[in-house]
Every structure is written in C-alpha cells, then in structure tokens.
C-alpha cells in the first residue's frame, strides 16, 4: 500500500475534530487542504515537526492552504497533544474504527498500527494535488516540500 | 516572514556569518537556538573540540518560546562586536532567558545596555535572524540542532 497519488480524488473518509464533530470529504471543498498525517502523538519525532510547521503558519496561510495533524490517537489524546505543544495546528482523529481514513489515503502502517508519516495536498475540488511518504517514520519533511507543492499548483 | 520558504540550497558560509572555533578547515554549519538542550549539547561538544563551525539561528517559538528572544539578543550583542561572548553566556545558563537576564548578560559584558535593548527589538536585528531561519527551512531542516558537513545534513548531531 502506498500514498494516494496526485490527481487521484480524495477517498470517502470520516475523522474526528477535537469537538468530536466529523471532517469528511465535504470539507475538503473550495479550501487548499494539507493533511500531515503523523505515527503517534507525544512521539518525540512527531513533536519537531508540527511546532515547525506551527513558526511558519502565517506563510501557509498566504499561499490560502489549511494544515491538519492526523493520527490515529484519540481526540482527548490529540487535544492533549496540540496543547502541551502549544500550536493551534487543528488536529484529526482517525481512532474508531482505528486507521479507516488511514487506510482509504494508503498511509496505515499495518505493522505499527499508526499512519506513516505522510503530507497529502488536497485542493478545493477535493482531488489530490500532491502526496508524500516517508521512506520510514523517522523521516521528517521539512515546510519546504509543502511550500514547493503548493508553489507547482499554478 | 517574507518570500517564498520552497527548497533552496544551503546558502554557503557568508561573511556575516558567526563563525566560532579553532582550526582552518572549512566549518560546519550548524542551525540551533539558544533554548534547546540539545543544542546545548550540541555547543558543549563543539567548543571541547578542534572544529570551526558557524552557528545560524532556527527559532521555533511553540517548542521554545524565549529562542527567538535570545537569538536577537545575540545579534544585538553582535552590533557592539560581541556575539560570541553573548553566545557563550547565553549557553552557559539556559535556565534565564527573561528580559531581564538578557540585559544583565549585557551588562556583565561592558555593552551599552540601552542600545542593545532597542537593537534586540529592532528590525534589522529581527531580519537577520529570520535570514536564518528560512535558510535553514528552505533547506529542509526541521529539527534543532541540524548540522551541515561540506554541505550535506548530518543526522544525529
């Protein structure tokens, strides 16, 4: 299994706002959406990469593109999570049924029980622009490669 | 934040650089903060050492709330000729990085405290650290500290 590729249109899925409320595809439309799938809340790794991304949210927010964190963590977990780290990165929850989501944009890692870490780019019509995949967790991708990507839309 | 942060090479050593260090080689390049224990680490290595290496800013607020602050103190220090000292006391104590420990450390170090107050919070102080910031972003680090080798990122610095 591997990372939904660009041009595909993004699958059916429901994950989880902090408020418990679904995000589903019908959100996806008429915004730039970038979801940053993640292994595990509180994992050190996964802790680097959203505060990054966290220092240069007002450049995200120029180019009219919305990051998520995803994670098969609970919503309480995520919440937890989002605010001991301090960024307003709205996270998703793909706990129950566990990975669904996951599965549907090919990132589960079914040995692991967790999401690669992965980057998908949705645009406004719902289909994927660009994905991305780590070679294995531990690799982080910097804001550049999203910059990039939403650079190579036009 | 100003222009494109998309990939970029790592912009090579430059004469405002802060380059540190004994030796002739050509220096490592190193992205840290002043907040970061592993940086700390990082810097407690490096001046055991017989490297040179040229330290650039990377502040991420979220993770460390007083690295932006102490990354400007030090290039306020570096308008009276006095980073590396400033570098140096800022290191040695981690644990006081409030506005006033920074004004102490300039007063311990002989600086007019008045002008390094308004240099800390000026823009072109705040410009030359975020010159190194999204050098470091467009060159794909997410971490601190990252190390650069003859330009090529060393993992687990």
């Known amino acids: 299994m591997s990372v939904v590729a660009a041009g595909t249109p993004a699958p059916d899925f429901t994950l989880r706002r902090g408020d418990g409320s679904k995000f589903t595809n019908a959100d996806l439309v008429g915004q730039t959406t970038v979801l940053v799938f993640y292994p595990?809340?509180?994992s050190p790794v996964c802790t680097d990469q959203l505060n990054l991304y966290e220092e240069v949210l007002d450049q995200f927010a120029v180019q009219g593109a919305t990051l998520y964190g995803v994670s098969c963590d609970s919503t309480w977990t995520q919440t937890a999570f989002k605010d001991r780290l301090g960024v307003t990165i709205e996270q998703l929850s793909d706990f129950e049924p566990k990975g669904a989501t996951c599965r549907a944009f090919g990132v589960y890692h079914e040995k692991g029980g967790m999401p690669q870490r992965?980057?998908?780019?949705?645009g406004p019509d719902g289909v994927v622009q660009w994905s991305w995949e780590g070679e294995h967790p531990g690799v982080l991708p910097g804001a550049n490669l999203i910059f990039d990507a939403l650079a190579a839309r036009a | 934040m100003s222009g494109s942060l998309g990939s970029a090479p790592l912009p090579p050593l430059a004469p405002d650089d802060h380059v540190l260090g004994a030796g002739d080689g050509p220096p490592l390049i190193v992205y840290a903060d002043y907040e970061c224990p592993y940086c700390a680490a990082l810097h407690a290595r490096l001046i055991a050492g017989d490297e040179r290496w040229a330290f650039r800013h990377f502040p991420v607020r979220s993770?460390?709330?007083?690295?932006?602050?102490?990354?400007?103190?030090?290039?306020?220090?570096?308008?009276?000729g006095?980073?590396?000292?400033?570098?140096?006391?800022?290191y040695a104590d981690q644990a006081r990085l409030e506005d006033p420990h920074l004004w102490e450390r300039a007063r311990r170090l002989g600086l007019d405290v008045e002008r390094f107050d308004a240099d800390r919070r000026s823009e072109q102080v705040l410009a030359r650290v975020r010159r190194d910031f999204e050098s470091?972003?467009?060159a794909g680090v997410v971490t601190t500290p990252t190390v650069f080798d003859d330009g090529a990122l060393q993992p687990d610095r």
Do not use: D, S, T
């Open chain 1, 40 to 42: 595990f809340a509180f």
């Open chain 1, 118 to 122: 992965a980057l998908i780019l949705i």
């Open chain 2, 63 to 80: 993770k460390h709330p007083r690295a932006w602050a102490a990354a400007c103190a030090a290039e306020a220090a570096a308008l009276q």
């Open chain 2, 82 to 90: 006095a980073f590396e000292p400033m570098h140096m006391a800022l």
């Open chain 2, 136 to 138: 470091g972003v467009r």
